[in-house]
């Protein structure tokens, strides 16, 4: 069966550096990947997308990257700041539906 | 910007009760899910919606039932209550396929006693 797996570990980071979180997934072959923002008692919130066939988009300090030979993903924050604290969900889509991972929690101290 | 919304926002139930939870989209769109988030794994799929009138199982569907009888709301029911259903249920609405985002709502935080 398919399995996503995000950083099992929260990510405490300086304000000012970047954080790098990691989506690896198995038994699946998506054509979409999505990264969702999620704050506490809130909804996920999109984020980014990202196609089978691109290797990175950026979105102001957001960098996502896409390896479909590794299965992996990564997602980076960079210049992060306080505001930048939340969980961070990936998911993957072929149709219509998406499968989600767990998340990663990121704190940046100022 | 209304967005998608969820009643009720808390809700506690004792085991065997009935409840329903209601998602409404102000935004036409013909896609809806219903989610259940537990600490550890992540959101799973439990019914989903291509249209109105059209509902199919997700990943955990048993012990609920879903309704769309307009392209707006999105109904998910629990018919018998168990405390395994204690969780936060999340509705989510999207215009097209993966290629598209999904909205979510605040989400619904059910206890089961």
């Known amino acids: 069966s398919q399995k996503i797996e995000q950083n099992s570990e929260a990510l405490n980071i300086q304000e000012g550096k970047t954080a790098t979180l990691t989506c690896n997934y198995t038994?699946?072959?998506?054509?979409?990947l999505q990264w969702y923002r999620q704050d506490p008692g809130r909804g996920p919130v999109f984020l980014l997308l990202?196609?089978?066939?691109?290797k990175e988009k950026r979105k102001e300090r957001l960098k996502v990257t896409f390896d479909t030979t590794l299965k992996q993903s990564l997602f980076h924050i960079t210049a992060s700041q306080p505001a930048d604290s939340a969980t961070y969900l990936c998911?993957?889509?072929?149709?219509?539906?998406?499968?989600f991972g767990a998340g990663t929690t990121v704190t940046v101290r100022a | 910007n209304a967005g998608v919304t969820q009643t009720p926002k808390f809700r506690v139930l004792k085991t065997g009760q009935s409840m329903t939870l209601l998602c409404a989209q102000d935004?036409?769109?013909?896609?809806m899910y219903w989610y259940r988030q537990d600490p550890g794994m992540g959101l799973r799929l439990i019914h989903y919606?291509?249209?109105?009138?059209?509902?199919a199982k997700g990943e955990v569907p048993d012990g609920y039932n879903v309704s769309r009888l307009k392209k707006q709301n999105f109904l998910l029911g629990l018919e018998s209550a168990a405390p395994s259903q204690t969780s936060v249920y999340f509705c989510?609405?999207?215009?097209?396929?993966?290629?598209?985002?999904?909205?979510f709502g605040d989400g619904t935080r059910l206890s089961i006693l």
């Open positions: 935004m036409n769109h013909e896609y």
């Open positions: 998911a993957l889509a072929n149709d219509y539906k998406l499968s």
């Open positions: 919606s291509v249209g109105e009138g059209t509902t």
């Open positions: 990202i196609r089978e066939n691109e």
């Open positions: 038994n699946y072959s998506p054509a979409y």
């Open positions: 989510a609405s999207t215009s097209g396929q993966g290629s598209q985002p999904q909205h």
